[in-house]
């Protein structure tokens, strides 16, 4: 029975994904599958499904048809690629196509195959990713532990099965490791030189237990840039050996690829592990504060006691965002975006405050530009928060930023034809607050931060109309209004809409209403015939 169970728990996992029930069937049923030392654990209809039912199984190998309803083979590959990247991926196509193929091989699949498939052909394919998969980890016990790591990490508390009994040890501690500058340098590999890039990454984390029997470590991917690791004491370390650890690990992680380590506190009972694991991920935030390669409980308490980042002003930050688009300036834009980061820098700003202050900004900066008749605003821009585990610097994070500014920018300008279609709306809507003043067209075009006479060309060329002529139609309808439905004295009318002499304001009424404002007041009241 126990060799059954072991037998069992070391055959490699794999599911079939087709939209045809009948090949999921035959495929599952064609093969033996055990013959290979693989178990088929489940079947998906899409690549959505197969998602649902990978976030409940551990899975080795996915075995896909390229084409589906729904999520195809390609997305799902892309999926995987990025959520579980130690899974293998075969894709079976009917298109015997080279761009295919090379789509398929730039996301990640380890095998292609065309259909119709030969049985022989999809055995040796198998068999081969089951012997890499072998050499490349001890499955004795690894594959049990490594679920229970990812689990633990990803849901946290929540997640309450009991750790395997082959963790059992004195002493406990949870590394959590980034690769720095991670957008920047490695965000254009391709798959296949990502997956040599973790392997070196993971392989320099395990040389700090090299030459330490009393060390077990095991390490799994809980993000692209993110390798969480637990390491076993089976006897209790001393500080100082511990210190040793660290140096040893930051020597081993000065050679390329540059990486840096939260560590966190030392634990003897595994059920504090999800705890641990958060722990050490959130000291990962104050790399970009100090670029220290190791960061641990006395780094958070040095910043403590000096972070005290001070809350965003959303609304000035959007009006110079809004005002920049508008205006199509790609200085101002740039400006706006330096701003925002001069500020984040100086408040001391984790990347993830940064991340999250960010989306309160685009919210409300989409809701401005809506308003102003922007469409398309749901699409393209924002329409996933911007990962902070990859844009990991502040120069990152700034540039992706100003990638989505620009975005909005090359929205407005087609959606607007060009920029005076929105430098024509801004004045519109300053001349509407400020007509109650004395109110010059200097004035709106230094506001626009642009010329006078550029601002008078453009406007008239929109409006058909030069601003003085718009301004005084504007106020001879409110002053109508004020009229027919106050009984303000004419000269206090005269006021209220922006003009100090009473006299000319009559005559600016009689010229556009020919009549003067008491005529017209009447008539409003029904006491005099227009005629």
Not at 120 to 144: C, F, I, P, Y
Not at 163 to 187: C, F, K, N
Not at 492 to 520: C, D, H, L, N, R
Request: net charge negative; with cysteine.
């Amino acid at each position: 029975m126990d060799n059954q169970v072991e037998e069992k728990r070391q055959l490699i996992k794999l599911i079939i994904v087709d939209d045809e029930p009948v090949i999921c069937q035959g495929l599952r049923y064609t093969i033996d599958w055990k013959e290979l030392g693989v178990e088929v654990i489940g079947e998906a209809y899409d690549g959505e499904e197969a998602l649902r039912l990978m976030e409940r199984e551990q899975v080795d190998i996915v075995l896909t048809d390229i084409r589906m309803d729904g999520m195809d083979g390609l997305e799902l590959s892309r999926q995987l690629a990025r959520r579980y990247p130690d899974v293998r991926i075969i894709i079976i196509s009917g298109y015997e196509d080279f761009y295919y193929a090379r789509q398929a091989m730039r996301i990640g699949v380890h095998d292609y195959l065309l259909k119709p498939v030969e049985i022989d052909e999809l055995s040796k394919a198998v068999t081969r990713m089951v012997e890499e998969m072998r050499n490349r980890s001890q499955l004795d016990g690894m594959q049990e532990i490594k679920l229970w790591l990812t689990n633990v990490a990803r849901n946290g508390i929540a997640y309450s099965k009991e750790a395997p009994s082959s963790l059992q040890g004195s002493q406990y501690r949870i590394v959590a490791s980034q690769l720095d500058r991670y957008q920047e340098r490695y965000g254009e590999l391709a798959q296949e030189q990502l997956d040599e890039l973790r392997e070196q990454w993971s392989g320099n984390i395990l040389q700090m237990t090299d030459g330490r029997p009393e060390l077990r470590s095991f390490s799994i991917f809980d993000h692209e840039n993110l390798l969480v690791t637990l390491i076993v004491a089976d006897h209790k370390l001393q500080a100082m050996e511990w210190e040793a650890i660290w140096d040893q690990m930051s020597r081993a992680c000065k050679q390329p690829p540059a990486v840096y380590f939260g560590v966190s506190q030392l634990y003897e009972d595994l059920n504090e592990t999800a705890l641990r694991c958060a722990e050490a991920a959130n000291l990962l935030n104050y790399y970009a504060l100090e670029q220290a390669t190791v960061l641990d409980s006395r780094t958070e308490l040095v910043w403590s006691e000096r972070r005290r980042p001070a809350a965003l002003d959303l609304a000035q930050s959007v009006q110079l965002l809004s005002t920049a688009l508008f205006k199509q300036s790609q200085n101002e834009m740039k400006e706006a975006v330096a701003s925002l980061f001069a500020f984040f820098r100086e408040q001391l700003y984790f990347l993830r405050e940064i991340e999250s202050a960010y989306e309160e900004l685009l919210t409300l900066l989409r809701q401005r530009l809506r308003k102003s008749g922007i469409t398309g605003l749901d699409s393209g821009v924002g329409g996933s928060a911007i990962d902070t585990n990859l844009f990991n610097t502040y120069e990152s994070l700034e540039q992706a930023i100003l990638r989505d500014m620009q975005k909005l920018f090359e929205m407005i300008e087609q959606s607007g034809g060009d920029r005076s279609y929105w430098i024509v709306e801004k004045s519109k809507r300053y001349i509407d607050e400020h007509y109650t003043q004395e109110l010059k067209a200097s004035e709106v075009a230094a506001w626009l931060k642009i010329t006078p006479s550029y601002f008078s060309y453009i406007f008239k060329q929109s409006t058909g109309k030069g601003f003085t002529e718009y301004l005084n139609e504007l106020r001879m309808e409110r002053a109508k209004r004020l009229l027919a439905t106050t009984h303000d004295k004419v000269f206090e009318i005269a006021a209220q809409v922006g003009y100090k002499e009473y006299k000319y304001f009559v005559s600016v009424f009689k010229t556009y209403m020919g009549m003067t404002p008491k005529k017209y007041r009447s008539m409003q009241a029904g006491n005099m015939d227009p005629g």
